[in-house]
């Protein structure tokens, strides 16, 4: 349930074209909905701003097929991430309105409702490598209802291709730093500018990376200011915390 | 150099009250200072938006006490982090107007000049034993710019008295939590709100706490979204974190 | 041997139908029957009061198959975890009564003779990719003799589906709660009852969840009390320790 | 609050010798009482069957006297963990009941209202050096109502001294098996009863004991079923677990 | 080149069959040979009582089989350890007495002339899933010259099977400990013999095993005296170091 | 863009054949190559001595083609470090001068212009199966210009193997020592030479080598002096080194 | 209980000196002795050839007094390690024939009784720093009844001095290695000599030695053969397992 | 001993000033020097080109007293390192040349032996705790023969510093970059330059710094080539490489 189908309902009541009780029970029954396996929770976009994600990881086709099914009735914009070509087939089939997006392997079902945040999330990634990570990041921050620049392939190893983008970067909002191997991206980024900085570790190197925790350790011992960090691999989380700070904005 | 400093020799060239040539040397003799065993980064308040601040530990009081001097030589308001009774009786007996906060261990000298940011910051607190960090970060936040409402030991072993405080949690800009032992309570808040959260774990715990390890890893692995972590015990940098957000709003 | 056995052999020789040598003879036969590659624990049900269960991984087919024939033979409901279709194939071939369940990969071949223990075991997991070792606790619960209750997909993210189900979740005589990322639902859940909580980590979960060792930190240092903590995904483990209280009950 | 002190405030509303209006109001008092740097949970009590415990480590003298003195007005057994004789003398001071037990290194004091429990709790410890926290687990248990057993120094180097007392510990309802080094002792004892095991891990040991954490995952890997583990030196917490069973029992 | 080998060779230069010379350049050609990717150590047997073993991951079947024949050709007993049976098919066609052991993954190539060290070496595993490592370090204890005993499934958590073979076990001259999980059953034998303890832990576990730590931390911290570790599903090792001590009997 | 290349365009410059603006645009358009997934440094080879490395790993088959193509066109050497036959195979059909060593799993293409340094660098390995990393540093130490000599397997468990070659060992001028399982040759070969030893810990071994842990913690906490340590397995990073040594030379 | 005076107790008997029920009460008795805090293990010495030692830390004063004053009257030899000049002086007080190492921090007090074992155990250390847990390891040894020798500061950063003292090495029955660092030298020198070799690791170092994990692991994952691994710093524990070897030998 | 010393010696020999005998005397007198607790390496300034040097932890005063009297009596220039203003009050009683640095922390005793490398060695550090492992070494450097050129604090937060040094820093042969926190400056050092970088990580930082190990992981990780890592805070092992690699330029 999102804040607008919220208002709707309290005007009808308003208006006495729908009755207390009736109203009651819609958002009784609105507020979540036991699927046995799952309980989906409709009013986290009146809670949070954007409706229940569904993490693909662990679940299986049918419980995500089935999750998209009720969220989409629901009239949210859904959001599938982590999810594979094989999942997009068998929604697209019900849903054809899914689109599918390869390299950050997310799925959009849009419902139009998204607001605009009216802010700007710049993505930078350092390597070929983070892409992914860097894509699931900037397709949710634009499912969110935000103005999105993708700027890759900056690592601290050319500083020159990064100093060369600052000017752009400046006019973020908020600045998403995806980075693997030693990370150093975000303190750097983060010393140059006063925007806040959401720093993405990746599991990407070898050796002792030691799958993402050397890029993840950085990230925490910025010497700049300003960083806050998500887990290893998570574009999603930097992409809702930087929605969070955006609508902020309004 | 902050941004008021800059205009107003800007303004002063423009007047023909200074020439360039004066204007270009006071800004580039004002981008940092070389003290032999530190360079005071004059333009920080400029890049970021607030002056360097001193971290205490490592440096000599003689050290905290030049820098600070240079500091507020230059008009910025000085913070001092993690410091002692002792560096502040040195610092007062030449910078009367300095003032000591002994719970969070810091060092303030007003200056005056920084703007607010318009903004909200809130900080939570698990337990009693968190409130160094707590009050580092409200310090901080305060000394920002920043209007700070302070809820302390609200941990989840008692949900009574955070669900209690909710609707006040529900103003803030941007929600401070800080918090050690398993450190639940950023993904208990993050659930309940749609502002940013900034995860501080603390050090607060003993055996397989690890030294803040284990609320570090719950505060990573957070199911709620909107959560952005900082390093254990900083409860500066949340602060710092939180003021880039702020003064988004503007 | 089950304490039921020893009491009917030890009755047949007090009713001089068994010879002392006989019982002592069926006794010490039955304490451990040796196969080669394993030795059968007869009396872990008159020690333990359940009877030896096989935990699948790292054994074959075949070997899974002997013991289950003997632990059959022997009188003892039957218990195989971590298992698969496959296994399960060959074991119903020769013992049709045994029951598969996927979802928990547990193979039952029940036998009759656990006693109910009378008390209430309820499980409850925080997100859908947990089900697996929330069902390996249940399936276990139920074949040791309690009556459990499942209550799913109720993680902190949406502290209102846990805050809904509570008035059940305090009819349990014992509570396990299974979760993976930041396993905070023990804490809270070990904040609002006065039942022990038995909590169980699952290595649900990516990047800094390290396999399971973020939840596990969290539920060790759980600032509620009443809390006891088994190995990562060891659902079967948090069963059997559920069982030793509720027999405590009677 | 504890369960008796509400039925009594409810008996009187029902006798009309209490307005409701009263009774809410002290209910809602004794809820949670605001100290600024703490909030004492007096309903702890009604939820979790114990008062709230103070935890010395971070707390001064002076927070942790004026909690004791609003718990102790509140009519509840106060009990103070990992504290020290100079605590001691400053409450004994002012509330002479205090008891000190410099071995637990806690603090009790009696109000005579924790019911009996009519469980009978078993510590065994594996080494001298693990007595604080075997000590701590012990005055714990009695304090919440329990009748306790002590068997100290029964380690698994010399498993006769642990045969030997093996028909005792099996008349336990619960059994605490604190140890440190390699923490054999928790697996070897719940080989041999039925009943639930808690495990407490020490941090006694040196090297590769890496300050409990051998211990820590010895217990947790436990291949005899039956154990639930509690963090490093948690005494306290293994004993209010053990409560948790034993109130069942009623 | 076995110590044989070298006193034959002597006694032929004593005799005055073979001239110094040519001694010398066997002595020489024999000490290592360079095949381009590996230098056989022929000496090896000289320094350390046994020929060079090939640890067979990270080589070829090319490679392997080109080790095995230049050992065979100096007449040692050839031993390789985790293996495969494609590549014992590849040493078969050639070397056709190569013997296969499919549970140890060893191939032997027996040479005569390893001769007996003159002790016994009793292996003890604690589950059926350590059989492997077991396996590795008796077969290994056999070619070297051992007597071997092998008492499988005596893990802690049935106490009774292991008291019922200790008589058996104290037979021995080098009892070596096979464990997975907690490993606590190094230290329970350890407790009760006068023998040296190899203690050998397992990558069996799951969760907080974390692929064989939790045992190896256990064996290291062992209360019990008299045990040394080697590295985690080293049986070969194990066995290795055995042999040296027995060898010592003579 | 190399030196040579620079040169030659000012050269021209000088010469009046070729205009400062269009010595100015083709400088800036070579700097670096917008792909769109990835920026080529081009100016790497001017910074750093030689151009961009394309790591293989977390790359497609056409971003490694697109790259290699790009470079060989703006006259660079290309080195594919971590890659397959397959990339082999696609590259081949382009650019035919392609060259792929199958054991250090690299592609070269020449472009005849990487000048000796002048340096001899000789790589050490324990072991059979380091060599792998053992050739990724000797084909990268080659194409970028050093005399590479080769000593293998002379792991310190047979040191006559070593001691024999140490005289060679000291002909060099900068020694990569590739080792795994305990790391100890880095240390051996340092105590006996005054040259730089670059030290790469590998990930083979097994247990607690934990992927290469052991080594890399060895090799850091060499007793011998003048030991520089890389990544694990980075062989490319260990020859990018001693290169950078070597041409120190000149 | 000693062996020797087991058997004098039997011969007692045997010769009708002594009654059956007498010795039964001489031997339970002697079994071991409860002191409340701690269980004396006289019959230690019976199991595994040496009486209980006293471990210092954890211990109080009076504690250990009260310990060996027992063991003392019960005819053993005494050895407290990890202990003090302090408690040395309380000690010698009342059993004068104490004798205190400073450098291995040991107190033995002699009783004459423990037989030779006619092996000879050679302690290595690396550097000066090992010093104390080399000594803790010869002091052990010697009051267990071996001949000991010292060769000490033989660290691989200085080859030749190992070299130099190979020939003595080589007269050892088993070998103790001591070393911090990266602990190369256990690996070093088991692949010199065909003795078992017992490598105790040690918390010398810094930085990235992590308190002796690095040679810890360096041993364990040693590249030679017939190498035990004990605890960091665990002297004692190294000559306990060596002395379980040489007494073999008889 | 050093290359002079030696050559002298030969000379002597060849001039038949000094006969053979006696020469092979000195030479393998002056090999190590046996001081019971010490080998004092005379060879070592041969071997690696400069003296054996004191590490002072673990040493008393007296020991390293006797080691610097030895070293200097042969000739050598005496280095200690890691130690105080009280050892050093004991050495210049009787060694009067002798120099302290305080901040380094390091003795220095003049022989004026070391010749110079013709090398130039510029060491930066990232913030001012970072100075004492910064000054170790700069002080070895220098006594090892180097110029030494110190730029401090020019850490990545203020990026405007190290970019305003970086004509400086590329006048060095090679370039030691100390830093803590994240040690994000040895990459963006190392992605500008062609020289050889050596990367100290230090223990400065806190929380999830992990003593350093957060540094040592990003170095590790460097996307930038050219780097080799020393152990945590090992400012000497730095310079010591260095060295190794100035002195190549001869």
């Known amino acids: 349930m999102t804040e607008n189908k919220l208002k709707e309902l309290l005007e009808g009541v308003y208006a006495r074209k729908i009755s207390p009780e009736e109203a009651l029970n819609q958002i009784k029954k609105l507020s979540y909905e036991e699927l046995g396996f799952a309980k989906i929770d409709?009013?986290?976009a009146l809670r949070q701003g954007f409706p229940e994600v569904i993490f693909g990881p662990g679940k299986t086709k049918d419980q995500i097929l089935t999750i998209c099914r009720r969220l989409y009735a629901a009239g949210s914009t859904?959001?599938?991430t982590r999810t594979t070509e094989e999942v997009f087939q068998a929604i697209c089939a019900e849903l054809p309105s899914a689109q599918f997006n390869p390299l950050a392997r997310t799925i959009v079902i849009p419902a139009g409702e998204i607001p605009p945040t009216g802010g700007k999330v710049t993505v930078l990634s350092a390597g070929t490598a983070d892409l992914p990570v860097a894509e699931e990041a900037a397709v949710t921050?634009?499912?969110m209802g935000n103005e999105v620049e993708r700027i890759y392939d900056v690592g601290v190893a050319g500083?020159?291709?990064?100093?060369?983008?600052m000017d752009k970067v400046r006019e973020a909002d908020v600045i998403i730093v995806v980075a693997g191997m030693e990370g150093a991206l975000a303190s750097v980024v983060a010393g140059m500018v006063s925007q806040p900085v959401i720093a993405v570790p990746t599991s990407v190197g070898y050796g002792a990376s030691f799958g993402?925790?050397?890029?993840l350790l950085t990230m925490l011992n910025s010497c700049a200011i300003g960083v806050g960090v998500v887990n290893i691999d998570n574009g999603f989380g930097a992409a809702a915390l930087a929605t969070a700070i955006t609508r902020r904005k309004r």
Do not use: K
């Open 42 to 44: 409709h009013h986290r």
């Open 78 to 80: 859904v959001l599938v």
């Open 141 to 143: 921050a634009e499912v």
């Open 159 to 165: 500083l020159h291709r990064l100093l060369d983008q």
């Open 212 to 215: 993402g925790l050397a890029a």
